[in-house]
């Protein structure tokens, strides 16, 4: 079991960043692929990044590339989204998730955290 708490979302103005952050705890964290995902209202949950336990290779949608930086610090148990030069399309509830293997598709992370919303003002 693998337990995820999301932080560092809030409201920032067009052309700003933030950083969020996914703090793990149980099982061991290191030899999980962890990815970030977001939803916005009406729509569905869609991948942002991720970020591989074996060798860190890294993933990101085509909408956040050059934009986003996923990382993780396996001694604390923590992997991190930074967002910069952030758009209001990017307005979003963001998730990390957890699993065993790296994937794409919100149905092939097992463990989630609650959440945290981000929102970019124009």
């Known amino acids: 079991q693998v337990q995820l708490v999301e932080s560092g979302g809030g409201l920032v103005q067009s052309g700003g960043s933030l950083r969020l952050s996914c703090a793990a705890s149980?099982?061991?964290?290191?030899?999980?692929?962890v990815g970030w995902f977001r939803q916005a209202p009406g729509k569905e949950r869609d991948f942002v990044a991720a970020i591989n336990w074996s060798d860190g290779s890294t993933y990101y949608a085509d909408s956040v590339k050059g934009r986003f930086t996923i990382s993780r610090d396996n001694a604390k148990n923590t992997v991190y989204l930074q967002m910069n030069s952030l758009k209001p399309e990017d307005t979003a509830v963001y998730y990390c998730?957890?699993?065993?293997?790296?994937?794409?598709?919100?149905?092939?992370?097992?463990?989630w955290g609650q959440g945290t919303q981000v929102t970019v003002s124009s």
């Open positions: 998730a957890a699993d065993t293997a790296y994937g794409s598709k919100w149905f092939e992370y097992d463990y």
């Open positions: 149980g099982r061991t964290f290191s030899r999980y692929a």
